[in-house]
């Protein structure tokens, strides 16, 4: 008797396969074996509000090209802070956006920006109400990272700065500080000028109503001799100040080295060179911090350089807040356009920029910036660099969008606040941030919702006891004060993360991130005491990311007439841009997009 399993018969084990399925088997062995390659994002959006359909493709590309420049960042292995700042950077660099330049102007002609950026752990950085900052996210982005870093004496080191300390902040790091004028684009100064002239209007009417056509034409004359006589004060009170800033001296009880009160050039080109005049006689042991202040006139910024270098310092050496360093280079004076030109010729050492810049800005005896070597340099960091970004990533289906693209004024845009970002680097990290020009015709000093954490930009951080390390980051666009009495951004986040909407009572229920975004807005913001009976409209838009171990969710809500966002993942080669418009019977728009991990 033969033996079992001895029989002719061949055993499966001893069959033999055929090459396809052993390739199959060995590439399920390795996707197995390898850890599966990490997925980056990034989010964009340019602002909520109204967006000119004739005006559409210059917002899309502005997106378009933040998010593909943040991508770069991010496959290079960069951090998600990283791409935040770099996307939001461009966003600022584009004149469409109301944004670093270009930014709506305040009631005093003066570009005032807010912004701050968040990482995964929650840690911030902001600056708001910041003056002379061509990109304030650069700002916020140097404030966060020394708010990391001890002090001394055991201060606690700030991660929020206003005003004019956050100026001197930028200015002892590094960060270029730039004339009033000069990020002030022609659309921003011709709105704002139509702006004030309808202000003025409306409240001559209001202080002089008219009954009969004769009284009518009377008051009118009376209004113009009126506001003449307050244009002619305001311009004597705006020479003395300049002077004061010259000397540093100023003091609003007792101003400093007084004008005649001789009539004021309506021409900014004249009152510019008159200017220069007056400041050629003063002495020269000036401080060198090139700080503008209120009552700053516009320049024709048709012959000035937008393209504006850095400052060259160390990182690890800040700038002294006064001193008298001289420049190495010659300069001289345009007498017809009275700019100061930096003549970058004597150090070979050096790359240099030319730069053009009112010298009633300029910090050195001759009208230059100067810098602790005495000589302006570019700065090989691209999240450093003062001039924009070159725009070759813009939409394929058009050509490159840079701000000196000027929109058309057939349908006016009206975005009047925050752009922002989300990003989610190779590490799984979540970052987030925000800058605005805040609205219109504001107070100067006004703090708008993009300098404040848990207003504008929110990140609820993964809790450590939690396996699937879910975070959730949130942005916001719209009305800012009606935004801060909410809580906007940290509502928001807070309502995806735990999947919750308010009931009636006040208690919460647990629902879909859909229903939750949609409750939000409906209840938690415009359903607010403080909205719902004030005056001003509540106008909100809203971009959220949930950052799960099953994909990365995308969730955008609002209540506006559009909302501009763009998004891309490192697997994608073009990002996805649209333009969310609001139908002719809804009260909120919704969308979303997941982006896949596998």
């Not at 929650?122 to 001890?150: D, F, H, M």
């Not at 900014?268 to 209120?294: G, W």
């Not at 666009?477 to 995806?496: D, N, P, V």
Request: proline share 5%; glycine share 8%; aromatic share 6%.
């Amino acid at each position: 008797m033969e033996p079992f399993g001895s029989s002719g018969e061949t055993t499966p084990s001893t069959k033999s396969s055929s090459p396809a399925s052993d390739w199959l088997a060995a590439e399920l062995l390795h996707e197995q074996q390898s850890p599966p390659v990490p997925v980056c994002a990034i989010f964009v959006h340019a602002g909520a509000g109204y967006h000119s359909p004739a005006n559409e493709h210059i917002h899309l590309s502005a997106c378009n090209s933040a998010a593909r420049m943040a991508m770069k960042i991010l496959r290079a292995g960069g951090t998600a802070v990283d791409a935040v700042e770099m996307a939001i950077k461009v966003l600022e660099d584009h004149e469409i956006t109301n944004a670093g330049y270009g930014s709506n102007l305040s009631i005093e002609g003066v570009v005032e920006c807010d912004a701050t950026i968040i990482d995964y752990l929650g840690r911030s950085g902001a600056c708001g109400a910041t003056a002379q900052i061509k990109n304030p996210i650069n700002l916020a982005r140097v404030i966060y990272e020394t708010s990391n870093q001890p002090l001394s004496l055991r201060r606690v080191p700030p991660n929020l700065l206003v005003g004019q300390g956050a100026t001197d902040f930028a200015w002892e790091h590094g960060l270029p500080v730039v004339p009033h004028g000069m990020i002030v684009s022609r659309i921003a100064r011709d709105r704002f000028l139509r702006w004030r002239d309808d202000l003025r209007r409306i409240e001559g009417k209001e202080l002089s109503p008219t009954t009969d056509a004769l009284t009518g034409f009377q008051n009118d004359e009376a209004d113009i001799r009126i506001r003449e006589e307050e244009d002619r004060e305001r311009n004597k009170h705006r020479r003395d100040h300049a002077n004061a800033l010259l000397n540093s001296t100023w003091n609003e009880g007792q101003v400093d080295s007084p004008q005649p009160s001789t009539r004021w050039q309506s021409s900014s080109q004249e009152s510019l060179i008159i200017l220069n005049a007056q400041a050629s006689q003063i002495e020269t042991n000036l401080s060198p911090r090139p700080i503008q202040r209120a009552g700053h006139d516009f320049q024709d910024l048709s012959s000035a350089s937008l393209d504006i270098p850095r400052i060259a310092t160390s990182s690890s050496l800040k700038r002294p807040r006064y001193g008298n360093e001289q420049s190495d280079g010659e300069d001289y004076t345009d007498i017809k356009t009275g700019f100061s030109r930096f003549n970058p010729a004597l150090d070979p050492r050096s790359q240099y920029v030319e730069t053009t810049l009112p010298i009633s800005a300029t910090m050195g005896a001759k009208g230059t910036l100067v810098s602790q070597q005495g000589r302006i340099e570019t700065i090989e960091n691209p999240l450093r660099r003062s001039e924009p970004i070159s725009q070759s990533t813009s939409a394929v289906k058009g050509p490159a969008i840079t701000h000196q693209v000027e929109p058309t004024n057939k349908d006016e845009d009206v975005i009047t606040d925050t752009v922002g970002a989300i990003a989610i680097d190779m590490f799984g990290h979540i970052a987030a941030g925000s800058s605005s020009g805040g609205i219109g015709m504001k107070h100067r000093g006004r703090v708008g919702p993009a300098a404040l954490v848990g207003i504008g930009t929110a990140i609820v951080p993964a809790d450590d006891d939690d396996e699937e390390s879910i975070s959730v980051a949130a942005v916001t666009s719209g009305t800012g004060e009606h935004m801060a009495t909410t809580i906007a951004s940290q509502k928001c986040a807070e309502r995806l993360y735990y999947n919750t909407k308010r009931a009636r009572g006040g208690a919460s229920i647990s629902v879909t991130e859909e229903e939750a975004l949609e409750s939000f807005i409906q209840s938690d913001f415009l359903g607010h005491p403080s909205v719902s009976r004030s005056n001003s409209t509540g106008a909100i838009g809203v971009m959220a990311v949930k950052k799960t171990p099953y994909g990365y969710f995308l969730y955008f809500a609002h209540n506006t007439e559009s909302f501009a966002l763009a998004s891309m993942h490192s697997n994608e080669k073009e990002a996805k841009c649209v333009m969310s418009r609001m139908s002719s019977h809804g009260k909120v728009v919704q969308g979303g997009r997941k982006v896949r991990l596998d």
